[in-house]
């Protein structure tokens, strides 16, 4: 049983693999993971907006409570949010239900350890292995059933922390700021947080019903924040995903500004006040060239990892890095954080804002980015893998590859978390980037309509 993708476990919602019974085998099997010592045992649980949020939390939380865990549930809180309350609880184990950037319809469940980091590959297969039915762990005596409570005081606690990321000096009084919280689980910490620091905020995004997390808004959807400081005059937009571990910005004419921009931005800043560690930046594959070669201009190196904030944290750890991220917009800075943070992201372009006295409109723009088009093929679940082993596919890979040759890169990818093969090329022709995308894409879906009959015909 492969549960666990590249970000947790995720899937359409009261299907497998997110349904309450495996949900409550997730937990008891984690629980048995975690269970280390006499100690009392804690859990803490956040969730997002999404209507089965409600669900995946009480199976979770009773599949723990029968392996004698006590639960400490915080409701709606970012995904960093948990990461940081496990440790600042002392709990042993941190649950995060969410799908993220995707709709309503689909949730998941992310794991963080006691050190407030995600799992191990060897944490996630033990887990898995627990699993199989012959294996489930034994539940608690019932003297030894667990406890569970709802705390109040937790979205204080990481206000708190993430406030403390910026120096005393640093204030945001005279900006007007317009935030998008994806009607998602940062939709009444990120305004407070943003106005106790100064700014005068127009907030969107904050009107969670269930259904519309993450629809037409947020950072995968950054054209509703442009419009929105457009209209409000303000001075930087800010929009974050569903959980909020991710973040795009604006700046006052509207003009978006990514991840890559983002980390470029801070990175330059650091290394000239000698905070930046490791000597560069973590990103993954998807980067574009442009960051590359912008950090190389400073005399910084690019680590490039697989696509998800776990493998840039690894890699981060590793090698001592204290800057990493994702063109997405998940950007972890590990002297505060152990996973990617939308709102501490936000504040520390702020501060560098702030230490220039200039607007994102004159300094947001690093780079100019190589001309880069990513297309996704939506496949039957279960496909992905044979049909990239196709000669079909195989063969307009490889043309793609020839096509652009020494001026740009082409990448294939399974997605970590849906049925999707994303096709990914950049170059200095765009013309050509988008010719190449374009055959990969449609040789693609041929094959995905074919059927598997078709390519046994068409191999054979």
């Known amino acids: ?112 350890g006691p050190d407030g980091y995600k799992l191990s590959d060897e944490t996630e297969a033990a887990i898995e292995t627990c699993l199989v039915e012959a294996a489930m762990p034994k539940p608690a005596a019932p003297d030894k059933i667990g406890r569970a409570r709802r705390l109040d005081d937790a979205a204080g606690r990481y206000v708190e922390h993430v406030k403390g990321t910026i120096g005393k000096g640093v204030t945001l009084e005279g900006l007007k700021i317009v935030v998008d919280c994806a009607n998602g689980a940062a939709h009444r910490l990120a305004p407070m947080l943003l106005q106790e620091l100064g700014a005068s905020v127009t907030a969107i995004g904050v009107a969670p019903d269930g259904f519309n997390i993450n629809r037409d808004c947020g950072a995968t959807h950054p054209q509703a924040l442009a419009a929105a400081v457009r209209a409000a005059g303000a001075d930087i937009g800010v929009a974050l995903d569903g959980d909020a571990d991710r973040v795009i910005l604006c700046d006052e004419a509207g003009t978006v500004v990514d991840g890559d921009q983002l980390m470029a931005l801070i990175a330059r800043s650091w290394a000239e006040k000698g905070r930046l560690k490791g000597g560069g930046v973590v990103a993954t594959v998807m980067s574009n060239l442009g960051l590359e070669r912008c950090l190389a201009s400073l005399g910084l190196k690019l680590i490039r990892t697989p696509v998800g904030d776990r493998h840039v944290v690894q890699a981060m750890r590793r090698d001592g890095f204290n800057l990493g991220g994702e063109q997405s917009g998940h950007i972890v800075f590990s002297d505060y954080a152990t996973t990617g943070d939308g709102l501490i992201a936000a504040l520390q372009v702020l501060a560098v804002l702030a ?56 990448l294939i990818r399974k997605s970590g978390t849906e049925p999707l093969i994303r096709v990914m090329a950049e170059g200095e022709d765009g013309a050509v980037v988008a010719a190449v995308v374009d055959e990969i894409v449609a040789a693609l879906a041929r094959l995905s309509e074919a059927g598997p009959s078709q390519h046994r015909k068409a191999a054979g």
Do not use: C, W
């Open 1 to 112: 049983m492969a549960l666990f993708g590249t970000d947790g476990i995720r899937g359409t919602a009261n299907t497998e693999p997110m349904t309450a019974e495996t949900a409550l085998k997730v937990a008891m099997a984690a629980a048995a993971e975690f269970t280390r010592g006499d100690h009392l045992h804690r859990v803490v649980i956040g969730k997002d907006t999404r209507l089965s949020g409600y669900m995946i939390e009480q199976a979770m939380t009773a599949g723990f409570l029968a392996m004698g865990m006590d639960v400490l549930l915080v409701g709606p809180m970012p995904t960093p949010a948990v990461a940081m309350l496990v440790r600042s609880f002392r709990a042993d184990l941190g649950v995060m239900v969410s799908a993220s950037h995707n709709p309503y319809q689909d949730n998941g469940i992310k794991l963080f």
């Open 355 to 410: 230490d220039r006295r200039a607007p994102l409109s004159q300094v947001g723009q690093v780079f100019k980015p190589l001309p880069q088009v990513l297309r996704n093929v939506r496949v039957p679940a279960g496909a992905v893998g044979r049909l990239l082993d196709l000669p079909q596919a195989r063969a307009a890979i490889a043309e793609g590859e020839k096509r652009l040759a020494s001026s740009g890169r082409l």
